[in-house]
């Protein structure tokens, strides 16, 4: 049984439109990942969450970047204008079990974002 | 900048050989090491993590790590065509950073 469920599976946006993206744990992390992946290329870490704070962050991770957890329990990707570049698989990640503080990262099934 | 490289391949072996693949990092004060299995299109499955210098078995999978050459490598045994998939290491670095530095990854493939 996956840690993380991503909706939705495939986005497809205009350049310059908002996109957000969705990742629901199965159960309370506190440690909470976002990592992208362009087509060809390696997983690439963006954002990392820890207990409502954005705990660290790459160079990827500009002001077009948002992360929230809007309801206590969904984390979301915002990306405010999108550009071509934009366009790779998004995972969530997050450790097995509550409690560990150790990144044996768990990613969820990901999100196809294709900017057009 | 803290690297992790791998052989990107392409790796072929027969049916039920041995699938040696290697990985070297730069971050000699890195922690831990994964070993992640991606088939195309989807996300990394993780196989194995190791800690320790030395050797840790699960399976037809075996980890090896060697801190003092900066050296992790996953063998698979009697492999089997549903293995043929892109292996990628991946390795915690050293102090606070908690995220995953990632190698661009070995593709394997299996032949029947």
């Known amino acids: 049984e996956p840690e993380v469920t991503q909706t939705p599976s495939h986005q497809v946006t205009q350049m310059g439109q908002e996109v957000i993206l969705r990742c629901v744990p199965i159960s309370n992390h506190l440690y909470f990942y976002w990592y992208r992946q362009i087509l060809g290329q390696k997983v690439e870490f963006l954002v990392s969450f820890y207990n409502n704070e954005i705990s660290e962050k790459s160079e990827i991770f500009d002001d077009q970047f948002s992360v929230e957890r809007p309801d206590g329990s969904n984390f979301t990707l915002k990306i405010r204008s999108t550009k071509l570049e934009d366009s790779a698989m998004y995972f969530c990640?997050?450790?097995?079990?509550?409690?560990?503080?150790?990144?044996?990262?768990?990613f969820g099934q990901g999100t196809r974002l294709t900017v057009v | 900048q803290k690297e992790v490289e791998q052989n990107s391949g392409p790796l072929s072996v027969p049916e039920g050989a041995i699938a040696s693949l290697n990985c070297t990092y730069s971050d000699r004060g890195s922690q831990s090491f994964f070993w992640y299995r991606q088939y195309s299109g989807k996300s990394p499955e993780l196989i194995m993590f190791?800690?320790?210098?030395g050797d840790k078995e699960d399976g037809r999978f075996t980890a090896q790590l060697n801190k003092a050459s900066q050296y992790v490598s996953l063998l698979i045994r009697d492999s089997q065509p549903s293995d043929s998939a892109t292996y990628l290491c991946a390795v915690l670095p050293s102090g606070s950073a908690r995220q995953l530095t990632f190698g661009s990854g070995t593709q394997l493939t299996v032949l029947p």
């Open positions: 990640a997050t450790p097995p079990r509550e409690g560990r503080e150790n990144t044996e990262a768990f």
């Open positions: 190791i800690y320790s210098n």
